[in-house]
């Protein structure tokens, strides 16, 4: 059984920053998803195992930075410049089985377990 264990949300005004941590009790390929009220789940970001190759999703280019300590098998998102649309609950999910990898994953369905989420809430 994997845990990931997620800290680092809260609310803020719009322009600030938050940083997102995910603890897992392995290294694993790493996601961030997000879901508003109403809105179905969303790629955020994404890392490969060994961290030498990202993905984002286009909205938060630029903005979000999603980078790992395999020493300490946590993964963080790096959120700045944030926007009241980036409000939601986030999510950050591990791929087991995939080890030394610079592969990552997109899709939700490609991931095995799943943080309990926490909540970014971005106001004017």
């Known amino acids: 059984q994997v845990q990931l264990v997620e800290s680092g949300g809260g609310e803020v005004q719009a322009g600030d920053s938050l940083r997102l941590s995910c603890a897992a009790s392995h290294p694993y390929p790493m996601g961030w998803f997000r879901q508003a009220p109403g809105k179905e789940r969303e790629f955020v970001a994404a890392i490969s195992w060994s961290g030498s190759t990202r993905g984002y999703t286009a909205s938060v280019k630029g903005r979000f930075t999603i980078s790992r300590d395999n020493a300490k098998n946590t993964v963080y998102l790096q959120m700045g410049n944030l926007k009241p649309e980036d409000t939601a609950v986030y999510y950050c999910?591990?791929?087991?089985?995939?080890?030394?990898?610079?592969?990552?994953?997109?899709?939700?369905?490609?991931?095995?377990?799943w943080g309990q989420g926490t909540q970014v809430t971005v106001s004017l």
């Open positions: 999910a591990a791929k087991t089985g995939i080890y030394g990898s610079a592969v990552y994953f997109q899709r939700a369905n490609e991931y095995d377990y």
